[in-house]
């Protein structure tokens, strides 16, 4: 019972969206909409057990004596949105938006931002002419950072040919094996979760 | 590692980034701007959006987060304020959480700036959870997997909402920072023939060239200089010109160090030989 | 400069701190950049789908198909009692069987066929010599990196100098990506500077 309500569920659902995906594209049939909804109800439910996850780990932490102010400030915030959000809604000029544009966006772009300097530390250690491989992975690296700086076409007038040309065909044809190769993965994939192969997300192993 | 290499690791790093600062400061404090040349997927996202009849619609998606905003925001002003100057009507998603609030923001002081009403020529309905389920649900109905917007008026008493499925609108335009342009190729383009145009964060460029080439994205604006191309054809100011020369700054920085960094490699391995 | 525009330059300076390595300011900015973003997510989950697509349709207009919606959501609560954990498998399989089931038309008609057909039809797109030579870099260039991604047999000769020239062709994938990726990571900085400089400080006009 505990396999086999969870193995059928899936088959159902997947066989159903399978077939909808030949269903005419103007028809309306109640059935994609309903499928839709659970769908994405359930992904919901699933966003709000992590939240609820997150704070109850947190507050774990702090009743055990670790880090009790760093814990307590990840709780804060996460409290602190949803009560901005009581105040006065998402409305343009309220809290809550005021909060995430000048304090949470600024702050999570300046994290991501912090990647450059890395970037930069990383190229010196990490891209070195050892063999025939980092040789061209060095030099079409180098040829894209001079030929995409605004000012490389000063340098020579080709660099946007020929990276467009890099990127249409060498580079194209490698992405694209590795698309298709992704492709055909993913479709095994489905395959065994529709048949109920796959059933690690069950904590099967 | 012996000491004396951890102190000399740390002071190399520590001039690295004191090098990356410093390029983009003086790139940012001198005024002078490089002309940018417009390339090959700039020129096809303008030539779309300028041959576009004036008074259609189009949907835009706002798939990025905050932690790449810097790069995405002057991609998105330009691509909108194209839009609303040629008097495109935007029906506006998002399918990340964080992108709906930069969105919201973004579109609402572009369409104020160009003096277009909300909910006639521009609306925003915000996020929906599980990509793939929003852009199926939204080939059936906008207004299904949207039934209310952002701030939480009734889609249906839009005007701008009389379209309500992917044949009324020109095209997607997805500007985004990640993997999601795919699943509007995946799901949007080959179950509804939806047009899917993008804007993406420049690491995310190649990544997409195969679907161009094949014909399933129809062009790919790409980062920073991306925007500043686009800004140049449209004679516009969203912060992408103005950052040109600190980026060729930056740029020769790199170049500088992995020079260095291949000829103290070439040196090293010369000694032990 | 206002304290809006203060208050966000010093949090990215905070953030920034990490530079120099670990320390309180920078932690105390994560953990509360980590708790705004979590609050954030739960604010715009739940009034955009809890309350949009659940609550209004199912108490305010009717629609008692979703009371289906609403039972497997909530199950996905029972991951917090470990007796009744399994349920919650059941919200889990109706979600991975949609996703498997809306795929695998997905992927085989949009990763593999399409890619495959383009592979094809640069040929006939073909007009010139470097057209053709291109097309012949394409085909060439997606062979062998599948070549090297096919891990089935054991390796011929010819598929070893096949699968190292595919190798050669990933890496030009590579070395475009990671020149692309040092522009995207240089453009954020970029940004964040900027604000820093012109918005908080004035000193760029």
Known sequence: MRKFLPISVSFVFGVLMFALWFEDSESRSMLHFTLIDYWQIIFAFGLLVGVVSFISVASRKISRGEEPFYNGVLIFGALLMPTLAMIDGLQPNSYFQWMFENVQAPMQSSVFALLAFFVASA??????????????????????????????????????????????????????????????????????VIFGVERTYLGER | MSDTQTRRAQKTRRLIFSGVFLSITIGLLLPFQPEVTPSVG?????????????????????????????EM???????????????????????FPEGAGLGASLLRRLGEENKKTYGTDFVFLGFKPEPRATILGMGKSFSFVFPFDFYGTKTSDLPIMSADRYSDVVGVITIADGSYPSHWIEYGAAKYE???LSALAASMVTSYDPY??????????????????????????????????????????????????NISYLRSRKKKV | MDITT??????????????????????????????LAVGYALVINWQQTIIDRLYTPLFIDGRLAL??????????????????????????????????????????????????????????????????????????????????????????????????????????????????????RMSILIGRLDFLMRDWLGVIG
């Open chain 2, 42 to 70: 700039t020129k096809s996202m303008f030539s779309f959006i300028e041959n576009i009849k004036p008074g259609s619609t189009i949907l835009i998606s706002f798939d990025h987060e905050s932690a790449s905003f810097p």
């Open chain 2, 212 to 261: 161009v080439t094949s014909g399933q994205l129809h062009s790919i604006l790409g980062g920073l200089r991306g925007a500043a191309e686009y800004e140049s054809l449209l004679n516009v100011d969203g912060g992408g010109s103005r950052a040109m020369l600190a980026q060729t700054a930056a740029h020769i920085f790199i170049v500088l160090i992995l020079i260095v960094g």
């Open chain 2, 194 to 196: 939806l047009i899917v």
């Open chain 2, 73 to 95: 925001k002057p991609l998105a002003i330009a691509v909108v304020s194209h839009l609303l100057k040629r008097d495109v009507k935007i029906i506006a998603i998002s399918l």
């Open chain 3, 67 to 184: 009371v289906v919606a609403l039972v497997l959501g909530l199950l996905m609560f029972s991951r917090f009692k470990r007796s009744w954990a399994w349920l919650s498998g059941i919200p889990l399989a109706a979600m991975i069987g949609a996703g498997a089931g809306a795929a695998l038309p997905a992927m085989l008609e949009a990763r593999i066929f399409k890619q495959l057909s383009a592979t094809v039809a640069v040929f006939h797109d073909a007009s010139g010599a470097f057209e053709m030579f291109s097309a012949i870099v394409l085909l060439v260039g997606f062979v062998t990196t599948l070549g090297y991604f096919y891990f089935g047999v054991h390796r011929s000769n010819a598929l070893a100098v096949s699968s190292k020239i595919g190798s050669y062709f990933l890496m030009i994938f590579f070395g475009a990506t990671f020149g692309y990726t040092v522009m995207s």
């Open chain 1, 123 to 192: 190229a010196f250690r990490g891209f070195r002419a050892r063999n025939a491989q980092s040789i061209i992975l060095l030099l079409v690296a180098l040829i894209v950072i001079i030929g995409r700086a605004p000012m490389g076409e000063f340098v020579w007038g080709g660099f946007d040919e020929l990276i467009q040309w890099i990127r249409d065909f060498p580079s194209t044809s490698a992405k694209r094996a590795v698309l298709i190769g992704i492709g055909l993965g993913s479709v095994t994939t489905s395959l065994r």
């Open chain 3, 6 to 35: 203060t208050i966000s330059a010093l949090l990215t300076l905070a953030v920034f701190s990490f530079l120099y390595g670990d320390n309180p300011v920078y932690k105390f900015a994560e953990r509360l950049l980590v708790g």
